[in-house]
């Protein structure tokens, strides 16, 4: 196959040697044979425009094709399939956030390929492996122009896509009655035809900075990359640690931690069942320490960076910590002002505000040198009980409660306990008891988090149904998702009663599982009728 510049230098060449011809046939002409026939002169001048015309037009095709070599060869130098980022945008706002979205996926090591949707036909995407689609909403609940093409042709046809996993950022605005309508629809389509979610869709209602931060999150999963520079850094409030809790000593699955945060004295915050902490982590005092110490500087040093003044040790434990040879030599303020922040980490709230603190549960994470990560670590190990945490809250509607008259089917596994107790919590204080938890981890003396409270509450009356999954206690693992199989005629009575689904905890295995339970009891036809209803709701990760 021929290399491109040859490519490009051949079709330049055959262009101007064309029109070179073409001048010269022109002036070799003997009389008027066009009535309105330039001067030879004219001819002369216009086989150089030609000319130079051709070079332009074979230079924008060059440009174009380096362009799209560029773009494959790059995705090409993974050993994974590319992931494959779709944009629908009416105003370029969604083609903006996912070119960020290929950006950060190719600065965590992942291959892109970015594609507008007109671009794309349902062979690419069962042949693409991932896709992610940044998908903006027009009018009430239209596509953009710019999938027109893709609505008309694609997705008004049957698709085999068993092979595809994908994830959908929605763009829309709350006051129209069909809210990401167009991301909704093109989420329906994709799991009608086989698809498999990444994670559940993600709505940004405006250009809301904490959705944007939500799919942030999920993109440094994707990539396998929890250090992704925020896209807009959260405004933190400075909240303190009161409690700090191990509940699992022992336990095979490593540490999980409760944590009781206080907020500030001056604020009255107000949260809801489901909505998500966000919170900034550092790095511990002695490993800055350390670094300050290597580099010859002193901790109290101070620098001023956005206008507020504080000490390199401070803005050191909040940042990417370079390597020595980065900052040797340097001044404390030229070192700060090289300085990235960390990004901020969230969980699942665990607690309502009439509890008196926020209250979360998050395993212990390790690298593979033994060390925690930053987030597990700060939290779990370094964090002073006392302290300070910068902690901010964000709203999650995707994940609040049903009305409370009807019944709800609450299932998780692991740290996914969080999220379901705040709900439970919650359901208890309005009165409501037709409530079934389904709860799964690996040993019931030591992973049962919360274990005494739950149990209370079905001796109390307020959980009709337990179910229990603890995969190590017997030699044959049982999970969460045979449970639920297994309780399938339940299961029907209480969905045609009007129950809620509610689930959270581990994308990998027990959300699929769950998911798959569902389908295969209830039929795909109710699954997607309860998704579109609000009825059938997932937090997981």
Not at 281 to 308: F, M
Not at 483 to 496: H, S
């Amino acid at each position: 196959m021929a290399s491109p510049s040859r490519a490009f230098w051949g079709n330049a060449a055959s262009l101007a040697l064309l029109a070179l011809i073409a001048a010269g046939f022109f002036m070799l002409q003997s009389g008027d044979w066009w009535p309105a026939m330039p001067r030879a002169d004219r001819w002369i001048g216009a086989a150089i425009a030609l000319c130079a015309y051709s070079l332009f037009c074979a230079g924008l095709l060059w440009q174009s094709r380096t362009r799209k070599i560029s773009d494959d060869t790059s995705s090409a130098t993974s050993g994974d399939s590319p992931v494959l980022v779709v944009y629908a945008s009416q105003t370029g706002f969604a083609q903006q956030l996912a070119e960020r979205s290929a950006e950060n996926l190719r600065s965590s090591g992942v291959s892109v390929k970015l594609r507008a949707i007109g671009e794309v036909d349902s062979a690419m995407l069962a042949n693409a492996g991932r896709v992610l689609f940044v998908a903006s909403t027009t009018g009430e609940g239209d596509p953009p122009d710019q999938a027109l093409a893709f609505v008309r042709g694609a997705m008004a046809q049957p698709a085999a896509l068993e092979n595809l996993r994908y994830a959908v950022l929605a763009l829309g605005d709350r006051e129209y009655e069909h809210f990401c309508g167009f991301g909704h629809q093109l989420d329906r389509w994709l799991r009608q035809h086989g698809a498999q979610p990444l994670f559940d869709i993600v709505e940004v209602d405006n250009a809301d900075e904490s959705a944007l931060r939500h799919w942030q999150h999920h993109l440094g999963q994707l990539g396998g990359v929890t250090d992704l520079p925020d896209w807009t850094q959260p405004s933190y409030e400075r909240w303190k640690l009161l409690e700090r809790r191990e509940l699992n000593p022992g336990s095979v699955g490593g540490g999980a931690f409760h944590l009781a945060i206080a907020p500030p004295t001056e604020s009255n915050p107000a949260w809801v069942a489901g909505d998500i902490a966000e919170i900034g982590p550092q790095h511990s005092s002695k490993t800055v320490a350390a670094l300050l110490d290597q580099a010859g500087l002193v901790a109290d040093a101070p620098v001023v960076i956005d206008g507020r003044s504080q000490t390199l040790a401070e803005l050191l434990a909040r940042s990417h910590l370079p390597d020595i040879d980065e900052i040797r030599g340097k001044d404390a303020q030229t070192i700060a002002e090289d300085l990235k922040p960390l990004p901020h980490r969230e969980y699942s709230i665990a607690s309502l505000p009439g509890d008196g603190s926020l209250q979360i549960l998050l395993r212990r994470l390790l690298r593979p040198d033994g060390t925690p990560g930053i987030g597990s670590g700060w939290l779990c190990d370094y964090a002073p009980v006392g302290g300070e945490i910068a902690l901010r809250l964000r709203s999650n509607p995707n994940f609040h409660a049903p009305a409370s008259a009807k019944p709800m089917i609450l299932i998780g596994n692991g740290t996914g306990i969080a999220g379901l107790r705040a709900h439970l919590k919650q359901r208890i204080a309005a009165g409501s008891q037709r409530n079934w938890l389904l709860f799964g981890e690996r040993n019931s003396d030591r992973d049962f988090f919360y274990g005494d409270e739950i149990l209370e509450w079905r001796n109390r009356g307020y959980i009709e149904r337990l179910d229990l999954a603890f995969s190590r206690d017997q030699a044959e693992p049982v999970y969460v998702q045979q449970k639920l199989l297994a309780a399938a005629d339940p299961l029907r009575e209480w969905v045609e009663a009007g129950a809620s689904v509610y689930v959270c905890g581990s994308l990998a295995g027990m959300a699929p599982g769950v998911d798959g339970v569902l389908r295969q009891v209830l039929g795909d036809a109710t699954v997607e009728s309860m998704l579109t209803e609000g009825r059938y709701r997932r937090d997981v990760y």
